[in-house]
């Protein structure tokens, strides 16, 4: 079916408005997860949008509605008449917000036809969006779209409300509509996923599916079949506490020194995120923590490719040896533990999976962007568990920050293109 054909599909049900009224919903919702909470999902709140894409699933008439206890929603669009056996085809969005940046009381901005003009945003006027800054050019492909961003002191929440939006307006797009054939697709929304355990509490039985897609990637036209694998890393250094007057007689050993010498000795020019790019992964300490007698510092270790991933670790177990040789009588450890591993290592394979991805958004006439996910997504594990989950673009940019934006077009492309996708599997019989 044409992108036409579908645009006219979509102005039948006025899909246009209700995909902007959808995300502006969402984002008002306050769903920031906590990674230092043992709760599932981290933070109760996250039922406070659970609990409304549960019950707007079933005012849609979507079946098999579900919110499990652990805070996730599943639910099924059945397949068009003669399409049954189809491939089973889900589509996920995580409903979480990053801890990164505040998700409280989100005051969506609907700049209608932005024509590139600089942006003050009000409740934080040290926060400008301006396209001449060349760290920002990409404002310049919004210029006469309905650009969205927040008031300036929270996150947008694009990251992954989008997704979200995105998702819902095409179930309802297909269960009002009849005249687009698709196979059975099953719906998921995720808690925790900016966390790392978007799907830690979910079986690949419950989502019931023979391949999936999420609808989290950034901006128009951008896909991923790559990712970074990730590890974290938890450095102790346990120093000797004196008193500072009797320092040198004792012997103290300062482990805020210790600790901050330890992460000057790593390679910044090559291998942090600020000199990174593309292929190229990094170590990344995100916390340092403690006092003069005991420290704690906790890395993310990035990289597509596993044995580069694995030398990281490596590097962090020799620099702890080499500082534990210098300083004997303070205790010194680190822990890696894995997180989740590069999809690629799976999907390379799968050449039908990401082949209609790319034309279905072709068919939403879109030029497709083939590139690697400098992060991971809910697919990152769900590939390494068994279902083969590719991430489509939303058209989100500066996600995790207060100049966060999206455009209401943007979006829209993003619900073309899964609106096609499911249309063209639900011309196939195989996932291979």
Request: net charge negative; proline share 5%.
């Amino acid at each position: 079916m044409s992108t036409l054909a579908f645009r006219e599909h979509r102005n039948i049900l006025n899909a246009m408005n209700t995909l902007l009224e959808r995300f502006l919903s969402y984002v008002r919702v306050d769903t920031t997860s906590d990674a230092t909470s043992k709760t599932v999902p981290s933070t109760a709140k996250q039922f406070n949008l659970l609990k409304q894409l549960q019950q707007e699933l079933t005012d849609l008439g979507a079946a098999d509605v579900t919110l499990t206890e652990t805070g996730y929603v599943l639910a099924t669009v059945p397949a068009s008449a003669g399409l049954e056996a189809a491939p089973t085809v889900c589509f996920l969005a995580h409903v979480d917000t990053s801890p990164a940046y505040s998700g409280t009381d989100v005051t969506p901005i609907v700049h209608e036809n932005y024509q590139g003009q600089v942006l003050i945003l009000p409740k934080d006027t040290t926060q400008i969006l301006d396209p001449n800054d060349p760290m920002q050019a990409e404002l310049k492909t919004a210029i006469g779209k309905d650009l969205i961003t927040s008031s300036g002191d929270t996150l947008l929440g694009a990251d992954n409300k989008a997704g979200v939006a995105i998702i819902m307006t095409m179930v309802e797009t297909l269960l009002n509509d009849g005249s687009i054939p698709h196979g059975k697709l099953r719906v998921c929304f995720t808690p925790d996923e900016e966390i790392g355990r978007g799907v830690d509490h979910v079986s690949l039985e419950e989502i019931g599916a023979d391949v999936a897609y999420t609808a989290d990637g950034g901006p128009l036209g951008d896909l991923n079949w790559e990712t970074f694998s990730a590890d974290g890393a938890t450095i102790i250094v346990e120093g000797v506490s004196t008193h500072p007057g009797t320092a040198q007689k004792y012997g103290m050993v300062n482990a805020i020194q210790v600790a901050s010498r330890l992460i000057s000795a790593l390679p910044v020019e090559w291998l942090s995120p600020e000199t990174t790019d593309v292929y190229q992964g990094f170590v990344h300490p995100y916390i340092m923590q403690g006092n003069s007698a005991k420290m704690e510092i906790k890395f993310i270790l990035r990289d597509h490719d596993n044995d580069k991933l694995a030398a990281q670790g490596t590097l962090l177990e020799k620099l702890c040896d080499a500082f534990q040789a210098a300083h004997p009588t303070a205790k010194i450890s680190v822990r890696i533990t894995p997180q989740y591993r590069n999809m690629g290592y799976w999907l390379r394979d799968q050449k039908k999976i990401v082949d209609l991805m790319k034309q279905a958004t072709i068919n939403a006439g879109v030029e497709p962007c083939i590139k690697p996910v400098r992060g991971g997504t809910d697919g990152s594990r769900l590939t390494e568990k068994g279902l083969p989950t590719p991430n489509i673009f939303t058209g989100g940019h500066n996600y995790h920050g207060p100049q966060e934006w999206i455009t209401r077009q943007d979006m829209e492309k993003s619900l073309d293109t899964l609106i096609a996708l499911a249309t063209l599997w639900g011309q196939e019989t195989s996932i291979n």
